[in-house]
């Protein structure tokens, strides 16, 4: 999901062109951050046209502007690749202050000082705006006569102010929001933007964060209206930026691909002056080993468990998150005759308990995907006739549970055409749902089967459905040459890597490996074979060497000891193993 964010604001943001003023979209990137800064590629490969340069600090000198307080503001490469994407058309602002360091607004003493610290970092960058983060307390008296005197001097130049949050219902904090926005506005400094951080607070009201990040925006422009009764409302949305942090945040709610389609429909709509985000080298998908929860480099864990939804007494999604640290997970499984998608066909997809459990989890910071199809029943894809027919079912599922992707699982025959089409509409309509596959295996050396596997990939691209994640079902097969089950589970997905090297030929094997996904069994399997905590490690390791796009297993309420009146086989209910509540999920966590 390479830059997926970008791409999304930049195709959603429609543009307004006005003399002074910042641009619409400029995401945050952090300067020191050398082997990614690459300003003209990405202008080059995305289109992204501004960026904000993260963070103008004092360094151990004091009042001399340098990135994040250890680099010179003039070094030779930075300074480079700035004039590059300048000369490309490429616009900037500067940002100081930010999460932690000497703050130059702290390390220089006096107005003029501070002016001048300002005009240096310009000057060097050529950028047209100054974006003043504050996250501690500065002397905003000088830091408020500096803005307004550099002003004078250089009309032309954009200020915005990026604050603190307090709450989706409260808006800025107070000392270091509000109180900054009256200072400014005592000093006479013109204030282009007033930028919202949209991260790391508690939804209010059990609100979606998608919802959350909007209804912080509204709240910032009433506080805005007090500072600024004169303006009209559309004025104020004009002057309100919105800079949520992407992926994963550090408090672990998650800010997904819905919600920034979400975000950028609302911001279309208030004509709002400026999004960003935190920032554009986290824009794709995790796959180092940093601790579980927010990567200064990455966006998203990949591990998300199945979860039978109708077994309705250990639906606890909220829990398991509080208690186990997942964020995210797959719902098994939307079916439906007469094309009315149900959980499982006898329980409603809008059914009042799972609905409000689905909200407080995603409350909370958790992502979904929903799954279809599946070992039995009435598939949706069956059931609905027409294709308008399945694009519905499936748009009223992603409706209901707020899932970010659907996960089409096939293991019986459906009508490949219809379905085909139906999703390359979902996406059409929507850009940002992502679409996998889970498919059956018929052994390690062999891959995915033919009729029910192969062929439904190359259907999928035939109809120009854009394929996220293949998902083998690495279970129930029989292992080749006597291979232990963990070396033929991850032997597996070896084999459907080389078959998805005939179908997308011109992706490299890097690329493939990001499209994989490996969905084991955990426990004692249907034909008695048993994946061991052992073999979740083995592929675990081998799944993060490999970079793949994601894992899976069936499913978490398994993952726990059986009974003393347990039945050998395998069991919906535990996974017949010895091992402590949730084993199997906590090695699988360990999967970045």
């Not at 990614?36 to 963070?55: E, H, N």
């Not at 993060?544 to 009974?563: E, M, T, Y």
């Amino acid at each position: 999901m390479n830059s997926i964010f970008v791409s999304l604001l930049l195709t959603g943001l429609v543009v307004a062109i006005d003399c002074k003023r910042e641009a619409k979209f400029a995401p945050y990137i952090y300067v020191p951050d050398s082997n990614a800064f690459k300003l003209t590629q990405m202008k080059q490969q995305l289109g992204v046209s501004a960026f904000s340069l993260a963070f103008a600090l004092g360094g151990s000198g004091g009042c001399t502007p340098m990135w994040d307080g250890d680099i010179p503001i003039d070094n030779a490469n930075i300074v480079k690749e700035i004039k590059a994407f300048k000369a490309a058309g490429g616009s900037l602002l500067v940002s100081t202050g930010g999460a932690s360091g000497n703050y130059l607004e702290n390390a220089c003493r006096s107005v003029n000082d501070l002016k001048n610290a300002y005009k240096k970092v310009l000057s060097v960058t050529g950028a047209s705006g100054l974006d003043i983060d504050i996250e501690a307390v500065i002397p905003t008296d000088t830091v408020m006569q500096a803005l307004a005197e550099l002003q004078k001097e250089i009309p032309s130049l954009t200020v915005s102010f990026t604050l603190e949050v307090q709450g989706d219902d409260y808006g800025l904090t107070d000392a270091l929001g509000v109180d900054v926005l009256k200072n400014a506005v005592k000093h006479g400094v013109n204030v282009d933007i007033v930028n919202p951080m949209a991260m790391d607070f508690g939804a209010s009201g059990g609100r979606s964060w998608g919802d959350a990040v909007i209804h912080t925006g509204d709240s910032v422009v009433k506080q805005m209206k007090k500072i600024w009764p004169q303006k009209s409302d559309s004025e104020l949305y004009g002057m309100l930026g919105v800079t949520p942090m992407l992926g994963v945040n550090d408090n672990g709610v998650v800010f997904t691909l819905a919600h920034a389609q979400q975000l950028v429909n609302w911001a279309n709509q208030k004509q709002i002056g400026h999004l960003g985000f935190w920032d554009i080298n986290r824009d794709k998908q995790c796959s180092d080993n940093s601790q579980v929860g927010a990567s200064p480099t990455c966006s998203e864990a990949k591990f998300s468990p199945y979860i039978y939804v109708p077994r309705t007494g250990e639906f606890k999604l909220t829990q398991m998150k509080q208690q186990v640290g997942v964020s995210a997970f797959s719902l098994a499984f939307a079916l439906g005759g007469a094309c009315n998608p149900m959980w499982d066909e006898n329980l409603p997809i809008d059914a009042p308990n799972i609905v409000k459990e689905l909200q407080a989890f995603r409350a909370a910071g958790g992502s979904l995907i929903v799954s279809t199809g599946g070992a039995s029943g009435a598939y949706l894809e069956n059931s609905c006739k027409s294709v308008n027919d399945l694009v519905n079912a499936y748009k009223k599922v992603l409706q209901v549970t707020g899932a970010s992707g659907l996960d089409i699982d096939i293991e019986t025959n459906i009508p490949m055409d219809n379905v085909m089409k139906a999703l390359a509409q979902v996406q059409k309509d929507n850009p940002s749902v992502t679409v996998s596959f889970t498919l059956e295996v018929q052994d390690d050396s062999y891959g995915l089967i033919d009729e029910l596997g192969v062929n439904v990939l190359k259907s999928a691209v035939s109809h120009g459905v854009n394929v996220d994640i293949v998902n083998p079902m690495a279970m129930d097969f029989p292992a080749s040459g006597g291979r232990p089950w963990g070396e033929a589970v991850i032997r597996t997905g070896d084999s459907v890597v080389k078959q998805m090297k005939k179908i997308w030929s011109q992706k490299s094997e890097q690329d493939l490996y990001g499209m994989l996904g490996i969905t084991a069994m955990i426990g004692v399997n249907d034909n008695n074979v048993v994946f061991s905590l052992d073999h979740a490690k083995q592929l675990v390791d081998w799944a993060n060497q490999k970079q793949i796009g994601h894992l899976a297993f069936w499913d978490i309420n398994r993952d726990k000891q059986c009974s003393d009146n347990y039945k050998p086989g395998a069991s919906p209910s535990c996974s017949g193993v010895q091992q402590q509540p949730y084993a199997y999920t906590k090695v699988f966590m360990g999967f970045k």
